[in-house]
Nanobody
Framework: VQLQASGGGLVQAGGSLRLFCAAS????????MGWFRQAPGKEREFVAA????????YYADSVKGRFTISRDNANNTLYLQMNSLKPEDTAVYYC????????????????????WGKGTLVTVSS
């Protein structure tokens, strides 16, 4: 199983970025997915989660209304659209997958993650 995150970069405050996570080696549509981030000197934190079908999503309060998680099961890809970026959004962003058929709460709590992707760095300048 591989989860490959990409799309990070340097952006000014107020700008936008779209992150991608390409999944391989498993039936993508059977797994709830999520994004987490880790800022320098801080612990990794939950950002957003999405159900198998994409019909349910959940966000951390810090990104609600600015970030949108989505997925394309036909192309085994997870997305995170990030708008109105702030310097405090600077972090390494990781995509993550829960075990097959686990509910979205397994991603939200971080307790049901069975695979992590390599991160992609997002830097927001003020």
């Amino acid at each position: 199983v591989q989860l490959q995150a990409s799309g990070g970069g340097l952006v000014q405050a107020g700008g936008s970025l779209r992150l991608f996570c390409a999944a391989s080696g498993r039936t993508f549509s059977s797994h709830c997915m999520g994004w987490f981030r880790q800022a320098p000197g801080k612990e990794r934190e939950f950002v957003a989660a999405i159900s198998w079908s994409g019909g349910s999503t959940y966000y951390a309060d810090s990104v609600k209304g600015r970030f949108t998680i989505s997925r394309d099961n036909a192309n085994n890809t997870l997305y995170l659209q990030m708008n109105s970026l702030k310097p405090e959004d600077t972090a390494v962003y990781y995509c993550a997958s829960a075990a097959a058929n686990d509910p979205i709460v397994a991603v939200i709590r971080g307790t049901g993650i069975d695979y992590w992707g390599k991160g992609t760095l997002v830097t927001v300048s003020s």
